[in-house]
């Protein structure tokens, strides 16, 4: 079984990587230019199937083919400008959501609640992350990045939250069923 669950894994980190390519890049910019991304729930997803130290793996490889030019950021964005500019800092705190997601996780036995626990702690994190690192590399006020990079984004994060806890369970079930089987 191990075995298959180490092939499984791989396997998995794999496909979660190539979805996050496939829609992150995928967005509606705001007023600001800030994106609208399914991107975290995207990392939600795959933390609850593959636990922290896998997502982190999809999350970096992620944002490395970014950095070196595929056009996997939101907009079609890449390269290097796109991680250090007034967006990268979400970018970047997406490692930020994995590990602390998947250590919450790894505390509360991989119960929902702990999955749930995770996801909000870990945003709440990506915020704060993502909200300095705009004010910093656009001179902004506290005021104002948060109506632009907090405010018009609590409900559509919220929404993914909850259909990770619904959809994740439902997923992981068949996945568990097929390691299981001998």
Do not use: Q
């Not at 791989?10 to 991304?37: K, Q, R």
């Not at 490395?64 to 970018?91: D, H, Q, R, W």
């Not at 948060?146 to 939250?161: E, G, H, M």
Request: glycine content about 12%; hydrophobic content about 55%; some cysteine.
């Amino acid at each position: 079984m191990k075995k298959r669950k180490t092939i499984y894994s791989i396997t998995m980190c794999g496909v979660m990587t190539a979805l996050l390519c496939i829609i992150a890049p995928l967005t509606i910019l705001l007023p600001g230019g800030v994106p609208i991304t399914l991107a975290n729930m995207i990392l939600y997803l795959t933390v609850y199937l593959l636990g922290g130290m896998y997502a982190t793996a999809c999350c970096g490889i992620y944002l490395l083919l970014g950095i070196v030019g595929l056009p996997v950021f939101s907009n079609y964005g890449s390269g290097i400008a796109k991680v250090v500019g007034p967006t990268g800092g979400y970018l970047l705190g997406y490692l930020f959501v994995t590990v602390i997601m998947g250590g919450i996780m790894h505390l509360g036995k991989r119960k929902l609640w702990s999955a749930i626990l995770g996801m909000v702690l870990g945003l709440a994190v990506l915020y704060a992350f993502g909200t300095i690192w705009f004010m910093i590399s656009c001179k902004a006020t506290l005021k104002y990045t948060l109506s632009v990079c907090v405010y018009p984004f609590l409900a559509l994060d919220a929404a993914k939250i909850a259909v990770v806890a619904i959809v994740g369970p439902l997923v992981k079930k068949p996945i568990t069923r097929f390691l299981t089987h001998e």
